[in-house]
């Protein structure tokens, strides 16, 4: 990684600095503030909507005459509906149990020691995303739920969005006696994100939202802990015992309920005893919803004989990410090629199988690496609300610390706290 310029460390290292001194004083709400605090920032962005919409506006425009493409537009545009499904979101995190205080586990020992691990905040989280504005307060109000100070590096397509967002939410904390420095908004060029990705000591967690090139690029130059989030190269399999209707709904719900975002499906297979059934009737309905077909050659076949169109399938269409409508579709002669397929290009995620096959489910269960696993049930489902935890930061992709939808315990870490009567150790 390049040099950072002296000025972009130093204004990292002024920003992190307010907010650790922020997060200690978060550290110590009750949940009562805490959640007081959440439901006065919803308020504000309510009231704040229409100044909200005007700033989205001008990235929206500006984003358009840069050929943004519709996936991104969509991800990017605030609607007065948007605005209060946002600030809806922060009065369903204050609802949500508080994790810092949490006894996670606790003995006395035989020599009269008590011991308890605690849930306490991480201190001062990183946000580096895209063109997703939301991202901006659900970061805002986890951290805040969570005890954390936040500093939000959004991505140039949303910069007048995510500034007026940040001021509204820092506005509402200053007046109601919270330390405004608790939300904190990176602004400037490359230079200032390196700045946050190398600012060790003082940034404690760096959490990356977006595209493989940008989560990547945090992976590896960031010397801050990282937690690596959102590449979704999902897919869904229909196996040999599937219930084909059942199949069909759970393809198009994968691929076409959104699909902009990390858990929509980018891959379908179906095994060679049920393609000829299943596909032609599957094609159409995915083409005929607009989504853009690579086939491989068995697909390609039957797509022919059902009139649809389609584009022949190469490696790098099985490993992208679309993050719109299109779909690589392929033909498996077995469950244990489409594991292997799933080995190949699945990015750890999200992976769906169609059985009415127990066994066969159970296999697919064990056997993906990923940190979800449907059976019978859309990929779609994948998220933090979905699974009942409220908002979320992210999906981790990883395995340390934190894995699948990222909600408040996941903000936290611990720490031992150990009480004696003059014990010594001999």
């Given at each position: 990684m390049t040099s950072v310029s002296p000025d972009a460390t130093e204004a990292v290292a002024q920003l992190a600095g307010r907010a650790r001194v922020a997060a200690r004083e978060l550290a110590l709400m009750s949940r009562a503030a805490k959640d007081a605090t959440l439901h006065a920032l919803a308020d504000a962005l309510d009231a704040a909507t229409d100044r909200i919409v005007a700033a989205n506006a001008v990235d929206l425009e500006r984003g358009r005459n840069g050929g943004m493409p519709a996936s991104l537009q969509d991800r990017l545009v605030l609607t007065p509906e948007r605005v209060t499904a946002i600030a809806d979101a922060l009065r369903d995190i204050a609802a949500l149990p508080d994790p810092v205080g949490e006894i996670v586990r606790g003995s006395t020992l035989a020599n009269g020691l008590q011991i308890r691990q605690l849930r306490v905040p991480m201190g001062v989280v990183g946000m580096i995303y895209e063109a997703r504005p939301n991202v901006t307060v659900d970061a805002a109000g986890l951290g805040l739920k969570s005890g954390n100070a936040v500093i939000l590096r959004g991505g140039s397509a949303a910069a007048d969005s995510n500034r007026v967002l940040v001021d509204v939410m820092?506005?509402?904390?200053?007046?109601?006696?919270?330390?405004?420095?608790?939300?904190?908004?990176?602004?400037?060029?490359?230079?200032?994100?390196?700045?946050?990705?190398?600012?060790?000591?003082?940034?404690?967690?760096?959490?990356?939202?977006?595209?493989?090139?940008?989560?990547?690029?945090?992976?590896?130059?960031?010397?801050?802990?990282?937690?690596?989030?959102?590449?979704?190269?999902?897919?869904?399999?229909?196996?040999?015992?599937a219930?084909?209707?059942?199949?069909?709904?759970?393809?198009?719900?994968?691929?076409?309920?959104?699909?902009?975002?990390?858990?929509?499906?980018?891959?379908?297979?179906?095994?060679?005893?049920?393609?000829?059934d299943f596909l032609p009737k599957a094609l159409t309905e995915l083409a005929g919803a607009g989504v853009v077909l690579h086939t491989d050659e068995r697909a390609s076949a039957i797509a022919t004989e059902a009139g649809v169109p389609f584009a022949v399938a190469t490696d790098d269409d099985f490993a992208t990410e679309f993050h719109a409508l299109e779909m690589s579709?392929?033909?498996?002669?077995?469950?244990?090629?489409?594991?292997?397929?799933?080995?190949?290009?699945?990015?750890?995620?999200?992976?769906?199988?169609?059985?009415?096959?127990?066994?066969?489910?159970?296999?697919?269960?064990?056997?993906?690496?990923?940190?979800?696993?449907?059976?019978?049930?859309?990929?779609?489902?994948?998220?933090?609300?979905?699974?009942?935890?409220?908002?979320?930061?992210?999906?981790?992709?990883?395995?340390?610390?934190a894995r699948g939808p990222m909600a408040l315990p996941e903000l936290t870490t611990t720490k031992w706290i150990v009480e004696g009567d003059g014990h010594v150790r001999v």
């Open positions: 820092r506005e509402s904390l200053a007046a109601h006696g919270v330390n405004p420095d608790a939300i904190g908004l990176l602004e400037g060029g490359h230079d200032a994100v390196r700045a946050l990705m190398t600012a060790r000591g003082l940034v404690d967690l760096l959490i990356p939202r977006g595209g493989a090139d940008l989560i990547n690029s945090v992976v590896l130059n960031s010397t801050v802990p990282v937690i690596e989030t959102g590449i979704g190269n999902c897919h869904v399999y229909v196996d040999r015992a219930d084909l209707d059942k199949a069909l709904a759970i393809t198009m719900n994968s691929k076409t309920h959104r699909p902009s975002v990390c858990n929509a499906a980018e891959s379908l297979l179906v095994h060679e005893s049920v393609a000829p579709v392929g033909v498996v002669s077995s469950l244990d090629d489409a594991l292997e397929h799933v080995r190949t290009y699945g990015s750890g995620h999200t992976e769906a199988i169609v059985t009415e096959d127990r066994s066969a489910a159970r296999r697919w269960s064990a056997e993906v690496d990923a940190a979800a696993v449907m059976v019978n049930a859309s990929t779609r489902f994948t998220d933090g609300g979905e699974f009942g935890f409220g908002a979320e930061i992210g999906i981790s992709t990883q395995k340390l610390h």
